[in-house]
């Protein structure tokens, strides 16, 4: 018999139910930035190599190329040579682009939303069936243990 009581009292509580309940939504956002941002530095510009020969029968000779001008004289038997740079500057402007790429994470806020809805007939039924199940389950425990302890004192 108890075995019986038992087992219908399970599919009760295996039946009832109770109001659904939603988890609470969370919003997490994670924004990906590109920033470009341009740095100013110095570039080595490496002259190229010019060179030039001439030969002449003259006593004088002058080589000039975009960088330097030279000139050779033979002056009392004696080989007289100059070198002059030629006042120049190479600018050479240099922007160097730096992509970064920076990730910015928003944890979100816990946004609880009810929703009232009523419960239908059968679900008010199965839920009533829920705590009657309840209770007799309880009641059915505090009486086996009230057996139990009548028993061990008698």
Known sequence: MIRHITAIL???????????????????????????????????????????????????STLTNSIASSTAKVHNGLLEHSLQTLKKTINVPAQIVVRDTVIIEKKGE????????????????????????????????????AKRLLKIIS
Do not use: N
Request: hydrophobic share 50%; aromatic share 6%.
């Open 10 to 60: 399970l599919v009760l509580c295996a039946i009832s139910c109770s109001p659904r309940i939603y988890p609470a939504s969370r919003i997490d956002s994670v924004r990906v930035e590109y920033r470009e941002r341009i740095i100013h530095d110095t570039i080595r510009y490496e002259i190229p190599v010019e060179v030039e020969k001439v030969v002449t029968h003259d006593t004088t």
């Open 110 to 145: 816990t946004i609880v939303k009810e929703v009232p809805a009523a419960l239908s007939r059968w679900q008010t039924f199965l839920l009533s069936m829920g705590r009657l199940a309840l209770m007799v389950i309880v009641l059915a425990i505090a009486l086996f243990v």
